[in-house]
């Protein structure tokens, strides 16, 4: 779906980055105007600005709309509703003195607000908006893998950050994903993900996967983990029975938020 209908005829730095601001928007989901703003290189006041301006532009596609009239914001903020609700829930199970993993996408970062303070948490990361969310939250020691910049995951890939990774050991990681299949796995859109992925189900204890119900009978082209290697699922109520089922055979712990 082009995002034309939604930034119409801007000049051309403007129209840029409200596109930049909606494909941050789709992969990571609504975050803070100042984490918006430092991402973007602009002020907070220009980034309210443009959400109202992006709140006020309809598009007509009759396959997401009710009367004919949809809005990519609105879809974002019921797709949040959701997310939100997982993430409060899986901060519940981080414990005092864990050593935790967060995995880049669009429901993982909704974990951050809910993290409580002075658990005194190891927390290790590589994506730039989940760095930035924590930086100051006390009782939390970051490490951070860095590397490539990824602008459309805000995720940093590189050979080094991998054996970063291998050479440490989580408690906990939560994991996001594209899409989840009974047959062929879990998936993500992009490549670059899966080494990253891998690595860190490899050096974690317990594998929780945060994700919404419209992930799950969904296919993206970047397999990087089967279901079987999945302890815990956090996702929202609308999972459907089916799915209830598949998890309950392969003895994963489902958690519905």
Known sequence: MSDDFIVGKLPGKKEQRQRDLLNIMKSQGQ???????????????TIRRDLKLLESQPNTDNSNCKNGEYNLLQAIALSNTQKDSIGRFAASLIQPNDVIIIDTGSTTPCILPYIKENLNLTILCYNANILMELRYKPGIQLLFCGGMYHSNTEMFESIEGIHFVNRTRANKVFLSAAGVHEELGITCANAYEVPMKQAVIASSLEKILVADSSKFDQLRSSYFCELDGIDVIVTDLGLSEKWQKIIEQKKITLHMV
């Open 31 to 45: 975050l803070p105007a100042k984490t918006f703003a430092s991402i973007l290189g602009v002020s907070e006041m």
